[in-house]
């Protein structure tokens, strides 16, 4: 066997084990993709029986398992900050969502009776999955205290953290940013009607400016 042949078999065995490491060994790897988040009413009640204007969120999730291994995300949180603010939310249900979805129109979305409660969702090998996932404000959080005073206008951070299964801390695995105008705070806590945000992305905004 010639020198060249040599090179050339340890190539091709060098090949054949990175694509059976991609396609059959690669452990689970998780990446996280959002859609335009809607932002429902959600009055709040706080300790001393006082009601305050939050939101839920709906985000419309990708999940994308990277490698070829199954994973099961044992749970979501998501953390929404403003300013000093700084509020958690927990994961409610699954619900129908996609871009065509009436802003304003029809039933609520977080009333469909075909919501699905939340649960771990698993992922196989190289599965791409869309779930809209409605997260509402936790109140009793000392850490994440709702506060007493009304939305204020400015940009809002959200940070999506996730926790896999044998993993003992959650990780954030997507960021959106957010700008909301003092005219959208002031339609959104006034009114009686089943109003939502759909708030643009400033991401997106910025790219499309770049465009």
């Given at each position: 066997m010639t020198t060249a042949s040599i090179i050339i078999s340890i190539i091709a065995l060098i090949v054949s084990g990175i694509v059976a490491w991609k396609n059959y060994l690669a452990p689970f790897?998780?990446?996280?993709?959002?859609?335009?988040?809607?932002?429902?009413?959600?009055?709040?009640?706080?300790?001393?029986?006082?009601a305050v204007m939050r939101f839920a969120v709906v985000l419309p999730l990708y999940f994308v398992n990277e490698g070829a291994q199954d994973g099961i995300i044992s749970d979501i949180v998501l953390i929404v900050r403003s300013g000093q603010n700084a509020w958690l939310f927990y994961p409610a249900f699954y619900c129908k969502y996609s871009v065509s979805t009436e802003p304003t129109l029809g039933r609520m979305l977080t009333k469909d009776p075909s919501n699905e409660p939340f649960y771990p969702p698993h992922l196989q090998g190289k599965e791409t999955l869309y779930k809209p996932v409605v997260f509402f404000p936790v109140g009793n959080s000392k850490k994440f205290p709702l506060g007493d005073k009304p939305l204020l206008p400015g940009k809002y951070t959200f940070q999506v953290m996730i926790l896999e299964t044998l993993r003992t801390y959650y990780e954030v695995k997507l960021t959106l940013h957010i700008t909301l105008s003092e005219e959208q705070i002031g339609e959104f806590e006034s009114s009686p009607s089943l109003t939502c945000l759909i708030p643009f992305i400033d991401e997106v905004q910025d790219k499309r400016q770049l465009l």
């Open positions: 790897r998780l990446s996280l993709h959002s859609g335009a988040p809607r932002l429902e009413r959600c009055p709040v009640e706080l300790i001393d029986g006082r």
